[in-house]
């Protein structure tokens, strides 16, 4: 899987836009960008992925270079329940045999939002 | 609602003792997946199950054990020969094929009396 790279923390405050930056710049063509986060002592929470078009759910927008080196998840409005870790992870489908889609997570990003 | 169910939340092992830790999932997802988190580290691959009565050794097998024989469920048994099972235990599930992604239960916190 493509290694990933993080800022280790960022701060953001309440109802402004939290951008959380991931570099991924070896990723391969089949390979898809995930973003996960993980509140102290719950498992992680799926929150969008795509291959290289920009997408939008619920939860977040996810915006992918043109080159898919890079990406920004961004949570438009944020809360005080968003602060949590964030993590980016690159993978390719799961097609079976050792492509079994585990999931790396690296060291991700603690994003802390304030009052 | 539908989602992956992992008991129990917190879990004691005595020295010797064998455990096993319950998943259960309602998504009808063919795959599933146990992971374990150490503190200040990434999830580390145990086992995976990708269809009923299959599963294969993931990163760090050794020491635990696993069957699959209904869809919903794939409990872990963590042996007496596992000689470090303090950790966070997670699991999680997922269509087989293509890029969907994978959904995690709330975990089973092991440690050591």
């Known amino acids: 899987d493509a290694k990933t790279t993080q800022p280790p923390s960022m701060d953001c405050a309440e109802g402004r836009a939290a951008n959380l930056p991931c570099n991924h710049s070896?990723?391969?063509?089949?390979?898809?960008v995930y973003w996960y986060r993980q509140i102290h002592s719950q498992g992680p929470q799926y929150i969008i992925h795509g291959l290289k078009n920009n997408e939008t759910n619920e939860m977040a927008s996810l915006i992918i270079t043109e080159d898919r080196k890079s990406s920004t998840l961004i949570l438009p409005h944020a809360t005080l329940r968003d602060t949590a870790v964030y993590y980016c992870i690159v993978r390719p489908p799961n097609a079976g045999g050792t492509s079994y889609g585990k999931l790396t997570f690296g060291q991700g990003t603690i994003l802390t939002v304030h009052p | 609602d539908g989602g992956i169910t992992q008991s129990p939340k917190y879990l004691f092992r005595k020295e010797g003792q064998n455990v096993t830790l319950s998943c259960e999932q309602n998504?009808?997802?063919?795959?599933m997946y146990w992971y374990r988190q150490d503190p200040g580290q990434g999830l580390r691959l145990i086992y995976y199950s990708q269809i009923v009565n299959d599963f294969q050794k993931g990163d760090i097998a050794e020491g635990y054990s696993v069957s699959r024989e209904k869809k919903e469920s794939f409990p872990l048994t963590v042996t007496s020969a596992q000689k470090n099972p303090t950790a966070f235990y997670l699991c999680?599930?997922?269509?087989?094929?293509?890029?969907?992604?994978?959904?995690f239960g709330d975990g089973t916190r092991l440690s050591i009396l």
């Open positions: 999680a599930s997922s269509i087989y094929q293509g890029y969907q992604p994978q959904h």
């Open positions: 998504l009808n997802h063919d795959a």
């Open positions: 070896t990723i391969s063509g089949n390979e898809y």
